[in-house]
């Protein structure tokens, strides 16, 4: 009998978490204007809103907060995280900054300007969003199978080459500072790119001079897929093929939340001198010191070792195998899901799930709320409020698919909270006939408006 995949670690500390009844949690619903992120963690039982800062650390991990060094400059853990960067990106510079965005914010003011264009492969939302405030255009080029949710293709996160091309050709050179690939793509489900198409999209680049950064929040997992799915590169470790992938690109802004296992944190890394210099300057006016960018000393030291674990294979097949048991579970029920399924989080069909509701009435939100009030789980729409407005016609704009998006914090529930989860979605798919409206908006922001928008019931 095939052994099944334990976890590498046994658990030495836990938290409660609280059960509610349905009648708590749809007047805290009510209360949170309809919109998952106003709700407080108590009134939460399992938190699937994100993956981003929420999982839990190795006690590797909590030792070395305690040999922190919190020297303005220069600092000891400084020198450990970028050791530990170089090593496995292969960038000889570092800025840490305090989480992902701030990388994207300090590297996109030195890069874009306003009426530039980065194409990529649907780029995240804190990206996109950064751009856009530069007055500047995301151009998503990602294959069109990742819009197919029963299509097997191995790789959604891949981009469509001729799509990029046409990019190329459409614009000037001076209007492309860069092309951007995220890995895992978050927005089409935590699917992978495979380091075949990163090699293509490289030399299609090249030839149009275009240089290539990577999204790198969750490269590690992206690296698993690519050992366990790309032919040839099954006796590679996580390490050797993150190198490769990152020999193809310029720089990395990086998101430490995901695959750097800590709970607060980012960074930039780059290998140009001129590109880190200008890249400082952002840094210091708003991140702090170049040796610091935000973050404590001793944050950036478990930053260093959960780097080196989240590069470790048997760590990874814990992860994304737990992952996969909660999708299959619900492909087990019948629940339309995005397959394959994704390195961080499973991804549900809400138009395929509640057909009865408009896209005018946010199927995904609606589908949300209900597993909410279901069972105290949150989650999060990908759908139409994330979305935005289009920021010219203010129109709003209607993605390919609408998801709600069950993220699951890195070795932090088990396979019990998976099964309960997964027992949860099921109950609110069988009274699926029952749900036939779904919400207005009553107030948003300008943009990124998802995090903050007030719903009523249409
Ligand atoms: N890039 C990707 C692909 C992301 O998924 C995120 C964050 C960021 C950049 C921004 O990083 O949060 O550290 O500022 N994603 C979280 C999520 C918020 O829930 O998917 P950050």
Not at 197 to 218: H, T, W
Not at 234 to 255: L, P
């Amino acid at each position: 009998m095939n052994l099944p995949y334990a976890e590498p670690y046994r658990i030495k500390m836990t938290e409660e978490i609280r059960q509610s009844t349905r009648e708590e949690r749809e007047q805290w619903l009510k209360e949170a204007g309809y919109n998952l992120f106003n709700l407080k963690s108590s009134q939460v039982f399992i938190d699937l809103l994100t993956d981003s800062g929420t999982g839990a650390m190795s006690d590797k991990q909590w030792a070395a907060l305690m040999t922190g060094d919190e020297s303005y400059a220069g600092s000891k853990s400084f020198e450990q995280l970028h050791e530990t960067v170089k090593k496995i990106s292969g960038y000889q510079y570092l800025l840490p900054t305090h989480q992902g965005r701030a990388a994207e914010n300090v590297l996109f003011s030195v890069l874009v300007k306003e009426g530039d264009v980065i194409p990529g492969n649907s780029h995240f939302d804190t990206t996109k969003g950064h751009i856009e405030f530069r007055k500047a255009h995301a151009i998503d080029c990602t294959v069109d199978e990742a819009f197919d949710v029963e299509n097997l293709f191995p790789f959604k996160g891949n981009i469509d080459l001729e799509k990029l091309e046409k990019v190329y050709q459409t614009y000037p050179k001076q209007k492309i500072p860069f092309c951007l690939v995220t890995i895992t793509c978050n927005s089409s489900g935590g699917q992978p790119v495979s380091l075949e198409n990163m090699k293509a999209v490289k030399e299609l680049s090249d030839r149009y001079g275009i240089p290539i950064f990577f999204d790198s929040a969750r490269f590690a997992e992206n690296a698993y897929f690519i050992k366990t799915r790309e032919k040839g590169q099954e006796h590679r470790t996580i390490k050797e093929i993150a190198r490769e992938v990152f020999s193809y690109g310029v720089g990395m802004t990086m998101s430490s939340k995901k695959d750097g296992l800590v709970n607060i944190g980012g960074f930039i890394a780059l290998n140009d001198e001129n590109l880190f210099r200008a890249a400082s300057n952002f840094t210091i006016i708003y991140e702090g010191f170049i040796t610091y960018g935000g973050m404590a000393g001793r944050d950036m030291a478990a930053l260093a070792v959960g780097l080196d674990e989240a590069t470790e294979f048997k760590y990874l097949q814990s992860r994304i195998s737990q992952v996969e048991y909660l999708g299959n579970k619900l492909i087990e029920y019948g629940i339309p899901v995005q397959k394959p399924i994704g390195g961080h989080a499973v991804f549900i069909d809400s138009l395929k799930f509640l057909p009865n509701i408009k896209r005018e009435e946010y199927p995904a939100q609606t589908l949300a709320n209900e597993i909410y009030k279901e069972a105290g789980i949150r989650t999060v729409e990908i759908g139409t409020l994330l979305a935005d407005r289009d920021p010219e016609t203010r129109e709003n704009r209607y993605p390919k698919l609408e998801l709600v998006r069950l993220a699951i914090p890195r070795k932090t529930y088990t396979n019990n909270h998976m099964d309960y989860i997964a027992a949860a979605v099921k109950n609110v798919y069988d009274r699926r006939e029952e749900i036939a409206k779904g919400y207005q908006i009553v107030w948003e922001s300008e943009i990124l408006r998802h995090f903050t928008v007030k719903l009523e019931e249409a």
